[in-house]
């Protein structure tokens, strides 16, 4: 017989910086432990349970109204969860809300979901990129200036958080009344409050901010449900998701009952978004704050008026550099760091659920490295 190996405890817990799938708050994970193997008055476990038993259709309308009071999101939108991630929701924008139609779909290309997004749409209709800054590596974001939307678009697409290139939009692009602006929310959902009544269309997979891997949330303006073409694909069209209360197919269960509890914690236990912007500004100005007094040891990548409250993304002086700082960042517990190919570098992703413990051990380390490895 052979023994078995240990168990890791919550003292085995590196800091994780991970850019999804990501970091979750541990008072969430003890609770899925503990109904993990018997969900309260289910008999079984929560993935053992039909989609269609009372107690997973209260989880996920829970879920949704959490949703609704965090966001106050209103009656003229419809809340619904979808699976494929973002990579579905590029499709299925331009499928419900481009095909058919004589209208272009305006694009602002900021980064490299932007641009993944684009692709998908073109198969669908005319796609016009009204602002592309790619020649700057995608460092940097449009002011109203720097491109028009025609009156008779059919939507204006943007990305409100590049998580390879470290930009975030401060406030919602200039969009024409006439025109529903379309947003991937995907990296910054729930780190701030948002006025959804902005928008014809926002959407966001939940494993880089609000949860696990394998649910998307769509929060969609009821007016535009039904302008689809009705042959698109079954799934891709938004209204059977709204007539059939999320579960015209059977939904990601478990990622829509851990996605409800994270929206509890950020209600009951962080205080709402307002208190949570304030904790993620907090959080990423420690870490700018090392980078701009470092002496140029640490370049950003994003302007600094567009600095990402969620992705702090910088360069070191060389490759080598950057590979001993990932390597001794290990051996401090703190994972997860190395940048993107197309950015290289280091990112730190530092979502809702990372701790203040963990930017600071993070932004001891960097100064130290520095005072170390400079000059």
């Given amino acids: 017989m052979t023994a078995s190996a240990p168990s890791a405890s919550a003292t085995d817990r590196v800091f994780n910086f991970s850019a999804g799938p990501a970091v979750l708050p541990e008072s969430v994970l003890r609770e899925v432990q503990e109904e993990f193997l018997c969900l309260p008055g289910a008999g079984a476990s929560l993935l053992e349970i039909s989609h269609r038993d009372k107690l997973f259709v209260e989880i996920l309308h829970n879920a949704e109204n959490t949703l609704r009071s965090l966001l106050g999101i209103s009656d003229d939108y419809s809340v619904m969860f979808m699976q494929g991630g973002a990579t579905l929701q590029f499709s299925a924008i331009a499928a419900n809300l481009l095909r058919g139609t004589d209208k272009t779909a305006q694009y602002l290309l900021t980064g490299s979901w932007g641009k993944k997004a684009i692709k998908e749409a073109k198969k669908e209709g005319k796609v016009v990129t009204a602002y592309d800054s790619a020649d ?41 009344a006439s025109v529903p602006l379309v947003s991937d929310a995907s990296s910054d959902f729930l780190c701030r409050p948002l006025p959804v009544d902005k928008y014809g269309l926002l ?103 567009c600095r990402s409250l969620m ?65």
């Fill in 136 to 176: 700057t590596n995608y460092d940097r974001l449009p002011t109203a200036a720097d491109y028009t939307c025609p009156d008779d678009a059919a939507y204006l697409y943007y990305c409100s958080n590049e998580t390879i290139q470290g930009v975030q939009f401060g406030s919602e692009p200039e969009c024409p």
């Fill in 203 to 305: 959407y966001a997979c939940a494993q880089k901010n609000a949860g696990p891997a394998g649910v998307s949330v769509v929060v969609m303006r009821k007016d535009l449900l039904d302008i689809a073409d009705p042959n698109i694909p079954g799934y891709l069209h938004y209204k059977n998701h709204h007539d059939n209360d999320s579960e015209w197919n059977t939904p990601p269960t478990f990622a829509i009952y851990v996605l409800g509890k994270v929206a509890r914690w950020l209600q009951n236990d962080i205080g709402g978004l307002a208190k949570m912007e304030e904790l993620n500004r907090e959080k990423s100005q420690s870490l700018y704050k090392i980078i701009d007094e470092s002496n140029g040891f640490y370049k950003g990548h994003a302007q600094t008026d």
């Fill in 311 to 375: 992705n702090v993304t910088f360069n070191l002086p060389s490759e080598e550099m950057t590979a001993k700082f990932v390597s001794e960042a290990g051996s401090h517990r703190l994972a997860a760091l190395k940048g993107h190919r197309s950015v290289g570098g280091i990112r730190a992703s530092i979502y809702n659920a990372m701790p203040r413990e963990g930017v600071q051990a993070l932004g001891d380390f960097m100064t130290d490295f520095a005072s170390r490895n400079s000059g």
